[in-house]
């Protein structure tokens, strides 16, 4: 998480899209790998993925700061 953090450098917003965007990228291709057999995991994957670049954001920018 660290390394995430020192890689967004404060261009956390712009950054998280395109990773963002990355991974909506790659479970679609996954997706369509799988023929749609493992949508809900890919899609659960991608989510908490997601969740994590959205979380290392809000620790960058101070508005989560570390309990």
């Not at 917003?13 to 809900?40: N, Q």
């Amino acid at each position: 998480m660290d390394t995430l953090k020192g890689m967004l450098g404060g261009k956390g917003s712009d950054i998280a899209d395109k990773l963002e965007g990355t991974i909506d990228a790659a479970a679609d291709k996954a997706d369509d790998v799988t023929g749609g057999k493992a949508s809900g995991a890919i899609d659960s994957a991608a989510e908490k993925a997601k969740d994590v670049v959205g979380d290392a954001v809000e620790d960058d920018s101070g508005e989560n700061p570390p309990e």
